[in-house]
C-alpha cells in the first residue's frame, strides 16, 4: 500500500511539474520579464529629474535639448536648439562620467549654463539616469 501511494504521489507531481512548465512556455511574456527593475527605476530617475525639459525622442526639443544619443555628442552641438555661449565652447564630448557629473553638479561642469534653477540630483540618481540615456540611446 505504500508503494501504490509513493508511486501516485511521484506521479502527480511529474504531472503538475509537466503542467506548470507548459503554462510558462505558453504564457505571454509580461514586461517585467523583458525589462529588468533596473531599467524600470532607471527611467523613474530621467522622469522624476529630467522629462520637464528633456525628451530622449530625436528633434523634440523643450526647455533643453533633446537626449537622444547624447552619449559620444560634443556638447552644446545639436543644431537646432539654442545653447548657452558657455556649453557651445565647453569643447567636450558627453560621456558617462562627464553627463553623471553634470547632473550632480551642473555649474561645476560647465559653469554658465542655462539650466537654472536646476542645482542637481544625487550621485545615485545621476548614474541611473546616465544609464537609462545610454540604454535609449541604444535604440
Request: glycine fraction near 8%.
Amino acid at each position: 500500500m505504500r508503494s501504490r501511494l509513493q508511486t501516485l504521489r511521484g506521479s502527480w507531481l511529474r504531472t503538475i511539474a509537466a503542467a506548470g512548465a507548459v503554462t510558462l512556455l505558453l504564457s505571454p511574456p509580461s514586461s517585467h520579464a523583458q525589462q529588468p527593475a533596473g531599467d524600470e527605476a532607471a527611467h523613474q530617475a530621467f522622469n522624476n529629474s529630467c522629462r520637464t525639459c528633456h525628451s530622449v525622442k530625436e528633434g523634440d526639443n523643450r526647455l533643453g535639448p533633446n537626449l537622444n544619443k547624447i552619449l559620444g555628442r560634443k556638447a552644446g552641438s545639436l543644431p537646432d536648439y539654442n545653447y548657452s555661449s558657455a556649453m557651445k565652447d565647453a569643447g567636450f564630448v558627453w560621456d558617462q562620467d562627464k553627463l553623471t557629473r553634470f547632473m550632480v553638479k551642473p555649474d561645476e561642469v560647465v559653469s554658465g549654463n542655462k539650466m537654472q534653477p536646476y542645482g542637481g540630483i544625487s550621485a545615485e540618481e545621476a548614474a541611473k539616469v546616465a544609464a537609462y540615456l545610454q540604454a535609449a540611446g541604444a535604440q
